[in-house]
């Protein structure tokens, strides 16, 4: 249990700390060295290849941590499960490659107009997924082998300091914006790398084949299990770029510049479910284990403490962020200013998603993870969906009230789902009252008469207002038993 919460410690710290290295690059610095339409076009490409890399992965990470158990029966061996999984990777992005060069002239033309600078970085696409693809390989197999905090630290500070290192050198004139952008596209390449040495250095970097382990009996839960992740896994990179990549695709005229000022509107919200992944890697394998055990008493518990701990969490993230909104706009250019209520709509969705606490963890570990497939099949839907009806009407504003609907929805048929099947539901008393609270400390913040010129200044003491106003009730009310602990501990030093 010590080597749990020491990797969930460290990996909340590196979770941070890549939210402040990201908003440092998305909010401040990349819209501050480039034009809207470079800064536009950054957002398009990568959320282009995180989907593509999606999807021509197979599901390789859940299969690589669910079936490594089973084929690491030798020190330092997997018994040919890391090649078959190179493999298939490798022939999936072949194929989404393919699929990607047919349609073309299609794609391009969604592009086209003000967005046809995309035009010139069209063919190194496939190139840059490839990149992902294979960090996502080797990442995986270090997740099997528990290296979880070199992997986090990969993927959330390594990647966005190389972005941040690569605009410095197109900045000083180093290089021109066309080699920026393919030193941008391919950074994966570099984490990949770094994964390649440490299975090196760990000596777990074996492409070992043993055939008896490719027989019928254990090949068929393998696809069986690939197949139903594959749309799963899509779920998060649809909620996360669909809406950015119709958004150029829909919107006709000034596509990047859009593109971009939604970007930073979506990455101000993304903040707010930072805890989410946080506490899901504490509860996971709790809820994993009394699964195991049939103790569904013990996994309500979990359920109704995390609905709460995430609505305080969300709460405080989401009120600091919409009492400060304008002041927070105004630090950036004036073009940034129609991000005001995209923020908002998105921010509140992901506020009412984390009150309905670790349903997505109960789901994936348990017998019931194929409805997962389902509902993301269904996500995918409502987000494209939501988004043709809501882009052409109301532009960026629309792109995040369709993604707000389908973020809503895909949570209440969760919710249905886990309280149908083994009838838990996370709501109490508890979690009204937390949102109550904050919604009263948030309107007292927001009305006080405080003309405070500097705005970052102004920040600080709303914040700190804020968060005094929200905190002190909680505590007083006793509506946590686990913010009160912590309080204690180490506050008061009970």
Known sequence: MGIIQRQAFLNTFINYAGVVIGFVNVVILFPLF?????????????????VMAQMSSFGVHRIAIKFF??????????????LMLFLLSISGTIIISLIYFLFKQPILHFYQDEASLFNDYYKWIPLATLGMVVFIVFESFLQALRKTVFTNFLRNIVVR????????????????????????????????ALCVLQLMANKELSF?????????????????????????GLTLMLVVN??????????????????GVYAVATYIASVISVPNAALARIASPLIAHDWRAKNLKNIDEVYKKSSVLMSFAAGIIFGAIAINIDEILVLMKPEFAAAKYVVLVLGFSRLLSMTFGVNYAILVVTKF??????????????????????IPIYGILGAAMGTAIAIIMFNILMFLYIKYKINLQPFTVKTLNMLLIGAFAAVVTYLLPLNIENH???????????????????????????????????????
Do not use: H
Request: proline share 2%; hydrophobic share 50%; net charge positive.
């Open 69 to 82: 158990p089973i084929f690491r029966k030798e020190e330092r061996k997997n018994n040919g499960l890391f």
């Open 456 to 494: 970052i200044v102004s920040i600080i003491a709303k914040s700190a207002i804020f968060c005094f106003l929200y905190i002190l009730p909680v505590y007083l009310l006793k509506v946590s038993e686990d913010i009160n602990s912590v309080i204690d501990k180490y506050l008061f030093r009970r």
């Open 34 to 50: 480039l034009s809207q339409e470079e800064f536009g076009l950054t957002r398009l490409v990568l959320s282009l290849i995180s």
């Open 208 to 232: 070992d084949v043993n055939k008896t382990y490719f027989k019928s009996r254990l090949l068929k839960p393998i696809i069986n299990y690939g197949g139903y992740t594959i749309f799963s």
């Open 161 to 192: 300091v190389y972005w941040l290192v690569a605009l410095f050198f197109y900045y000083k004139g180093y290089c021109t914006f066309y080699q920026f952008m393919l030193i941008y596209m391919l950074g994966y390449f570099f984490t990949a």
């Open 369 to 390: 993870y194929r409805a997962e497939t389902f509902l993301a099949i269904f996500l995918l839907v409502l987000v494209v969906v939501t988004n043709f009806i809501f």
């Open 242 to 259: 669909v809406d950015t990549l119709m958004i150029g695709a829909l919107l006709p005229e000034d596509k990047l510049t859009f593109v």
